[in-house]
T-cell receptor, first 115, second 111 residues
Framework: DTGVSQNPRHKITKRGQNVTFRCDPI?????LYWYRQTLGQGPEFLTY????????KSRLLSDRFSAERPKGSFSTLEIQRTEQGDSAMYLC?????????????FGNGTRLTVT | EDKVVQSPLSLVVHEGDTVTLNCSYE??????LLWYKQEKKAPTFLFML????IEKKSGRLSSILDKKELFSILNITATQTGDSAIYLC???????????FGGGTRLMVKP
């Protein structure tokens, strides 16, 4: 399978705990995105990497959220001191900068439930 | 701030019906508009539109963009139960490299 891979598929955690998600993009894609989606809503942009550089971050992203892409390949998204409002599907996507309007290719997401 | 609005929010039709989904946008320096289909998990790419008036077609699905009126439509003819999904519209602007999504239209096709 050469698509975008996300782990874990589901995560249930108690409020106040830290969680970390991983995303492996399509191998030749140098752009990587994190989005969050809640029920009945479209995906909401969180952050974007070009290679290992984090180039954009949503103003909505609280300082409890941090993302890394240390070697320009896989990425991790960490949420510290989780809150119930963090419950959502976290989607990762990748694309290439070889095309001006390259479509994003999404993974199946990590569903986070904070109890 | 870029804005994408989709309508209707949800739609229930019977197999064989034709549906039209709408997407309007307000974008600074518009670059392109994309349609995605989301069933249970990952949104999957359907179409990208950059020019007005040029229809993109794939089987029973087609889409067109109007850059003057700032909207796009997605048509599905002879709907099937497998078309049941959330259809998402998203736009790129020239300033950045991220997609801004609308809230989606949930389509249910009944047998």
């Amino acid at each position: 399978d050469t698509g975008v891979s996300q782990n874990p598929r589901h995560k249930i955690t108690k409020r106040g705990q830290n969680v970390t998600f991983r995303c492996d993009p399509i191998s030749e894609h140098n752009r990587l995105y994190w989005y969050r989606q809640t029920l009945g809503q479209g995906p909401e942009f969180l952050t974007y990497f070009q290679n290992e550089a984090q180039l954009e971050k949503s103003r909505l992203l609280s300082d409890r959220f941090s993302a890394e892409r240390p070697k320009g390949s896989f990425s991790t998204l960490e949420i510290q001191r989780t809150e119930q409002g963090d419950s959502a599907m976290y989607l990762c996507a990748s694309s290439t900068d070889r095309l001006i309007n390259s479509p994003l290719h999404f993974g199946n997401g990590t569903r986070l439930t904070v109890t | 701030e870029d804005k994408v609005v989709q309508s209707p929010l949800s739609l229930v039709v019977h197999e064989g019906d034709t549906v039209t989904l709408n997407c309007s946008y307000e974008v600074t320096n518009f670059r392109s508009l994309l349609w995605y289909k989301q069933e249970k998990k990952a949104p999957t790419f359907l179409f990208m539109l950059t020019s007005s008036g040029i229809e993109k077609k794939s089987g029973r699905l087609s889409s067109i963009l109007d850059k003057k009126e700032l909207f796009s439509i997605l048509n599905i003819t002879a709907t099937q139960t497998g078309d049941s999904a959330i259809y998402l519209c998203a736009v790129y602007n020239n300033a950045g490299n991220m997609l801004t999504f609308g809230g989606g239209t949930r389509l249910m096709v009944k047998p």
